[in-house]
């Protein structure tokens, strides 16, 4: 259950934090107003209330209920994606302007010159911080268990009051180690790959 | 001859600071126009403003004999997006700092604006960037990386990449001023090269050796304003204004002395 949030949240809001980041820039000020309130209030709300909001709130104010599973990988890809967006945005603006005349001057689009031009540039750039956020991320995954997701702190405990032993826990760090230890090395990899052209003069 | 770029009293704006005062500018086909002045004087300005990098406050600007921009009410009203953009594409920039694209080889900055402007094909583009490269003198240089060149490659580099795009007129912003002094010939014999094969440009500079061998006209801004213009040997040899004359001592003294 640990890995499934995990994995869940990271396929849907590395993208979605995209389209937040430009609409934070946007020269629309609706879609700019509307982007930075959703950042606004999934950074400055706890994670954890925002779990109790989307699973006990909803359902009494809206009447549906939804399983805690997907309960708790809307309520991170949503918290997420916020996060997420504030990265791209700040590598995106840490972009040089000349960059962006260049394009211009070649006649590329404003589509173009986004994905094109500047997005690649900026991927090296906030690898690092956006590896972060994942490992917040694993860690975050224990946070679920509060609405009755069976993770890996949940079932951990049970252990150890079960067997009066609290080497489970032991275990338990000993997993989120590894887990994080996998996602450093993926994150440098990727980093390696995005960053060859900066190679210095032979 | 065919004017291909027409400006018409220019005038731009910050804020309460005049840049550009009521300046008029014709380039004809073919014509190598260089811009020189102390700095502040706003020549990089109006070069900025050919191709909308700058949006200028009121004026009429023609490039190609279509209409850009004018101002029918006083203030500048430009054509739609779509069309100054096309009129842009018919320029190319060279600028001071390059602005080559890090994360792309050689080759691939070349053919980028091709492939995705003009549609054309990657073989077709590759083969334009390997003739243009070699014309730069750039020809071993297709699968480096910009971070791998020195300055002066990378800026005939940005050259070769400006004519990927086939421009009827060249605008150059200072192309050598952030280079070592050695290496500014490199970039100079590619513009001369350039110049010799009649093609139109217009060349903010500080070189006034570039100016007064290789440039049909010199213009001489200060203020906001054209002061003087004409020929080399005019502007060089038989300065007429007192702000000329000073400029030119005190900048052709400055350039002994390096």
């Given at each position: 259950m640990?890995?499934?949030?995990?994995?869940?949240?990271?396929?849907f809001a590395l993208p979605l934090g995209l389209p937040v980041a430009l609409g934070s820039n946007s020269r629309l000020l609706p879609i700019r107003l509307f982007c930075r309130a959703f950042v606004w209030?999934?950074?400055?709300t706890p994670l954890l209330l925002q779990l109790f909001f989307f699973f006990y709130m909803?359902?009494?104010?809206?009447?549906?209920?939804?399983?805690?599973?997907?309960?708790?990988?809307?309520?991170?890809?949503?918290?997420?994606s916020a996060y997420l967006a504030e990265i791209y945005r700040g590598g995106i603006n840490s972009i040089d302007r000349g960059q962006y005349e260049a394009a211009s001057c070649l006649g590329l689009s404003r589509w173009q010159t986004m994905f094109?031009?500047?997005?690649?540039?900026?991927v090296s750039r906030i690898l690092p911080a956006v590896a972060n956020e994942m490992i917040t991320l694993v860690k975050d995954t224990s946070l679920v268990y509060v609405?009755?997701?069976?993770?890996?702190?949940?079932?951990?405990?049970?252990?150890?009051?079960r067997d009066t032993d609290p080497t489970a826990y032991l275990v338990?760090?000993?997993?989120?180690?590894?887990?994080?230890?996998?996602?450093?090395?993926?994150a440098d990899r990727v980093e390696k790959r995005f960053s060859r052209h900066e190679a210095r003069r032979q | 001859m065919a004017a291909i770029l027409e400006m018409q009293n220019i005038v731009k704006e910050f804020g309460r600071l005049r840049a550009l005062d009521k300046v008029s500018l014709h380039v004809e086909q073919g014509e190598t126009v260089a811009i020189i002045g102390p700095s502040g004087s706003g020549k990089s300005t109006l070069l900025r403003s050919v191709n909308r990098l700058e949006k200028i406050t009121s004026g009429e600007i023609r490039i190609n004999g279509e209409l850009m921009v004018s101002s029918p009410s006083g203030k500048a009203e430009y054509v739609s997006e779509?069309?100054?953009?096309?009129?842009?594409?018919?320029?190319?920039?060279?600028?001071?700092?390059?602005h080559l694209f890090p994360h792309m080889t050689c080759l691939g900055n070349i053919t980028y604006a091709p492939m995705k402007v003009k549609k054309q094909s990657q073989a077709q583009a590759e083969e334009t960037a390997h003739r243009l490269l070699e014309l730069v003198g750039l020809a071993d240089k297709a699968d480096n990386w910009p971070s791998q060149l020195s300055g002066g490659q990378q800026q005939r580099v940005a050259i070769a990449r400006g004519l990927a795009m086939e421009p009827e007129l060249m605008l150059f912003d200072e192309p050598t001023s952030a280079l070592d002094p050695e290496i500014t010939g490199e970039v100079l014999a590619v513009m001369k090269t350039l110049a010799a094969r009649r093609m139109t440009m217009l060349v903010v500079t500080h070189e006034m050796g570039f100016a007064r061998e290789v440039a049909d006209r010199v213009i001489f801004m200060a203020d906001?304003?054209?002061?003087?213009?004409?020929?080399?040997?005019?502007?060089?040899?038989?300065?007429?204004t007192e702000r000329l004359q000073n400029f030119l001592r005190s900048t052709l003294s400055a350039q002994k002395n390096q």
């Open positions: 640990t890995v499934q949030v995990f994995l869940l949240t990271l396929v209030v999934f950074r400055g909803l359902p009494i104010w809206f009447g549906f209920a939804m399983d805690p599973l997907p309960t708790a990988v809307i309520t991170f890809v949503l918290n997420y094109g031009i500047i997005l690649p540039q900026t609405i009755g997701v069976a993770e890996l702190m949940k079932a951990s405990r049970g252990a150890v009051n338990a760090a000993l997993i989120y180690l590894l887990f994080t230890f996998i996602l450093t090395k993926v | 779509r069309q100054v953009r096309r009129l842009c594409s018919s320029t190319g920039m060279i600028f001071q700092h390059f906001g304003r054209i002061i003087e213009q004409g020929t080399p040997e005019q502007i060089f040899e038989n300065p007429q």
